[in-house]
Each structure stands twice: as structure tokens, then as C-alpha cells.
């Protein structure tokens, strides 16, 4: 019975045991640190939108582009190539672009060569398609600059608040600075959470815009080169190059003029 009576007693004057965490911490930071979460929520939240909506965008720009090396060039003209194309895909637009170039070349006098009006409008349009898919990065970007500055303020906040309590009690006790002292540390905490995220994303996506950029740079100069030639170069779909020739190239058309079989430059419409 005495041993009941001590444990009893030792739990009466045990200390009361103070609750920390990342709410008891977020209440003590008043609508403040609400705010600021509910802004590095919506940056959280449209940073992966962003990332995963680009990615299958992406994705399905490259996937298509299989059906350029196979279907398109092996049409008999540009037109009908571009039927074969994906509709409301970034390659059916070069194609129809081009196509759309050389009829109205043919309708315009004093337009120049018809190999270097349909390669300005080509680069028209491959500018178009490259602002559609970077459409969004600069949302990561500014996630990425702004997420920790915004976390940082949640920090100077909180130890802003320590400092007050420390003035009021007139001591440093543990149990008057940890919860905002720990708001500030799960502010600063939050915020790199949600700015590494969104600068690995665009960095990630930038080099696969860089990678479609140069296919769409290929393909169009491939069409330049079509023009240019009369439909005698063509780039190779996979079948084994002559031994010691290399296969045609639009770099290599836009270097030398265009000729046919007969070694007579190719003409040009005007």
C-alpha cells in the first residue's frame, strides 16, 4: 500500500509535458504561417501539375516523331506526306507550313528563292512550337528563385516571435521559444522541400525541349532540302547507307545547291 501511495505521488509532481510538432506549431504561428503554407502548397502543387503535363506533352511530340521517319518520307510529295501526319501535332504543323509556304511563293513575285521563303516560314513556326512547350517553365523557375525567400520569411517570423516570448517571461526557458523557434525551422524546412522539386523539374524539361528543338531543326532542314532538290534528297529511313558514301543531309543540301540526275541545278519556282 505505501508503494502504491509514492508511485502516486511521484506522478503528481512529475512536470507536465509540453506538446511540440508541426501543428501545435503552425497554431502557434497564427494566420501567418498559414498563409505562408497555403502559398507553398499551391507553388507544391503546381509545380508537379506543370511537371507531369509537360512530361506526357513531351513525350508525345517524340513518340510521333517515329512516324515521321517512316510514313512522311516515304509519301510522294510534301502534301501527302503531311497527311500521313498526327493531326494537331507539332510535325503535321512544320509539314503544313511548308506546304503552305511553297503556295504562296508561287503567288508572290520578287519573294526570292522558294528554298529560303519556305525555310524562314519553317523557323516561324518551329518558334511557335517551342514557346508551346515551354509554356509553363517559367512557373518552375519562379517556384524554384522564390520558395526558399518565401520559407526564409516563415523563419524570420517565427524567431521574431521567440524573441517576444523571451522578453515577456524574462527567460530563455525551452518551453517559451521551442514552438515558434520550431515554426521557424519547419517554414525554412518547407520551403526548400518545394523549391528543389521545381528546379530539378525544369532543368529536366529544358533539356528535353533542347532535344525536340534539334529534331524539329532536322526535320525542317530535311523539308528545305526536299524543296531544294525536287524531291531527290531525302533523309534515310533506316536503310543501309553505299559502302564509303554517307547518306544525304539537309546540312549538307543547305551547304551546296541542290542538282538533278542530270547535274543541272535544280529549278526553282518563282
Given at each position: ?109 520578287g519573294a ?85 522539386p521545381a ?44 559502302a564509303g ?26
Open positions: 500500500m505505501n508503494l502504491y501511495y509514492l508511485a502516486a505521488a511521484a506522478a503528481d509532481t512529475e512536470a507536465p509535458v509540453n506538446e511540440f510538432g508541426f501543428w501545435k506549431a503552425m497554431e502557434e504561428g497564427g494566420p501567418v504561417a498559414w498563409s505562408i503554407l497555403a502559398v507553398m502548397i499551391i507553388m507544391s502543387v503546381g509545380s508537379f501539375y506543370i511537371l507531369f503535363t509537360k512530361y506526357f506533352e513531351q513525350a508525345k511530340v517524340m513518340r510521333q516523331y517515329k512516324n515521321v521517319q517512316g510514313a512522311f518520307w516515304r509519301a510522294g510529295s510534301l502534301r501527302e506526306g503531311a497527311t500521313k501526319l498526327d493531326k494537331n501535332s507539332a510535325w503535321r504543323q512544320l509539314a503544313d507550313d511548308a506546304v503552305t509556304a511553297q503556295d504562296h511563293h508561287g503567288k508572290m513575285e526570292g528563292q522558294e528554298v529560303h521563303f519556305v525555310e524562314e516560314e519553317l523557323a516561324h513556326s518551329q518558334n511557335t512550337i517551342n514557346q508551346a512547350l515551354s509554356g509553363g517553365l517559367s512557373f518552375l523557375a519562379s517556384v524554384g528563385a522564390t520558395a526558399p525567400f518565401i520559407g526564409l520569411l516563415g523563419t524570420v517570423i517565427g524567431i521574431y516571435r521567440a524573441l517576444i516570448n523571451i522578453g515577456i517571461e524574462g527567460s530563455a526557458s525551452i518551453d517559451k521559444v521551442a514552438g515558434p523557434v520550431g515554426e521557424a525551422l519547419i517554414m525554412t524546412a518547407i520551403g526548400l522541400l518545394v523549391a528543389v528546379v530539378l523539374a525544369f532543368n529536366w524539361l529544358q533539356s528535353r525541349n533542347r532535344r525536340i528543338d534539334a529534331l524539329m531543326t532536322d526535320f525542317s532542314n530535311n523539308i528545305v532540302a526536299y524543296i531544294g532538290s525536287n524531291g531527290a534528297i531525302k533523309p534515310t529511313t533506316g536503310a543501309a547507307a553505299p558514301k554517307k547518306p544525304a543531309t539537309a546540312a549538307a543540301a543547305a551547304k551546296k545547291p541542290a542538282t538533278t540526275a542530270g547535274g543541272a541545278s535544280a529549278s526553282v519556282k518563282k
